[in-house]
């Protein structure tokens, strides 16, 4: 007998030789007819897997995280196999599931087109409705590199693979993969399908071997779960920030300098309205701003400890025969700051914000808009203080954070602690003391979140901040970064109230990381559409012809004098094409005037998005743009 612990904690003996299969049927028939794998002491099985001992058993579905990968992978082969049938000539390289869905790299002389994937996907269909059973055979590593012979891809697999058993699976019509699994029972339970791309892909990654065909394709377990993920998909291509970063003319890339955003004139005002903003709640929460700069002597890279372990991602250059690095990090500055004259716990915490402009190296091949660049201002501080002030310090960098977020509209945070890595520097009561502020501050601020064990930098503790947007893609932004070692490195000391010195706790902070990517982000969360405060241009006046220019421009400076960003459309067109123009430009709201509105000094309002407007009074229109803009409002201006 095999004694199972389900996963509620109960236990029951079977007979030798039984399968998940067998365990699922016990349990019921219901959860026997939903399975598609099994987990056995943490490792996914397939259904057919013998025990092989006492175990603790948990059976999989398409419910599970786990299962839907499960899915994606077999549907891989699918996949697979419908290719090899098109094209007899396509050899098969490597398959593995990615977010969201799966592809294969296929070596193939013809290429596979976009054209191509509607019969792709029929032949899947008929391989799926076949319900033909996934079927594991071993053997030995000698075996399978005989049966490989002649075929470079998969010989190469099976030298990486570890282990001395060597697996192959097949799903019936000849058709047969090296592969680890594990898979659904059979082709009818790859779940609902849809081809998604093609792309060239070097065999390895590398350049100086073969370009490969690298096919894409997702699955979900039902018509509507692919159904949605289609639309989501759809929905983020719609709202590209590259794309609607040049529609709307907020900043551009230029070849002069990959990875080096140039923002525009409009793009401009978002920033600099985050930034005002950013300010003022800083100030508040009694941060002090410095700046530091930008080159700086490599020796001092070489103390902070970047030399060693960040080398790779760091720009050079040289001044006067002497070596320098561009700094990717603002915190050695920080240092050098502190350590310019004497520090009391009297003045602790201190609390010391940059907005400092990194520049560091990705590849090439990484880089996205401004999601990923080379160059960028992180809304950085450094906060040092006592070990007892660190708890009170984390409940107050929590405390902004969330409002920053939410004057965004981002109310969904969801924060990662990671505590204390095999490897790690520091005594263990400094390890405890500060995981301990940083468990005691998260559990006095409600908020949801989770320990990633063994997660944290060798130098501390840290947690993370995630927002979602409005297509459910999470985001981390922020970070709270605990450090033991670079005070030391600095020889940065305090006089404690003993009169001895002692080193002072540093905690690096963050809030939206980086601005370029921040803007990214708003940009396809608001799909352009940008809240009235941060929005480039809030109000456009639009006369209905040339004989209310003057009253235009009059209601343009009234509302300029009230602080908003208003401008007006002197053009010649007719009033539907400016109204069109505004609306394609994303302008908030449009002031509307012709005689009747000059004459009783109102304005006919309209409202991105909304239909038809209404008369207000000028005065009472600019006081509501003042009380939107201050209020932060996501909505647009309703009154
Ligand atoms: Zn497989
Ligand atoms: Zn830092």
Redesign the pocket.
Known sequence: MVNVTLPDGTKQAFAEGSTIRDIAERIGPGLAKAAIAGKVNGAIVDLSHVLEGDASVQIITPKDKEGVKVMRHSCAHVMAEAICGLWPAARLVYGPTVEDGFYYDIDLDEPIRPTDFERIEQKMDEIAKADRPFIRTEMTREQAMAKLAGDPYKSDNVSRAEGGTISFYSHGGGFEDLCRGPHVPSTGRIGAFKILSVAGAYWHGDASQKMLQRVYGTTWPTRKDLDDYLNRIEEAKRRDHRVVGRQLDLFSFNEAGPGFAFMHPRGMVIWNSIVDFWRSVHARYGYVEIKTPIILNEQLWHRSGHWDNYKENMYFTTVDDTAYAIKP???PG?CLVYQTRQHSYREFPLRVAELGLVHRHEASGVMHGLFRVRQFTQD?A?IFCTPPQIESEIVGVIDLTREIYGAFGFKDVRIELSTKPVKHIGSEEIWEVSTNALKGALAERPIDYQINEGDGAFYGPKIDFHIRDCLGRSWQLGTI?L?FS?PARFDLVYTDEDNTEKTPV?I??AVLGSFERFIGILIEHFAGNMPVWLSPEQVRVLPISEKSNDYAVAVQTRLREAGVRCASDLSDEKIGAKIAKAHGEKTPCMAVVGPKEAQSNTVHVRVRGGQDGKAMALDAFASLLQRTIASKQTDPVTS
């Open positions: 990090m603002n915190c920080g950085d450094h970064q450090d670079m540093m690096h902070r």
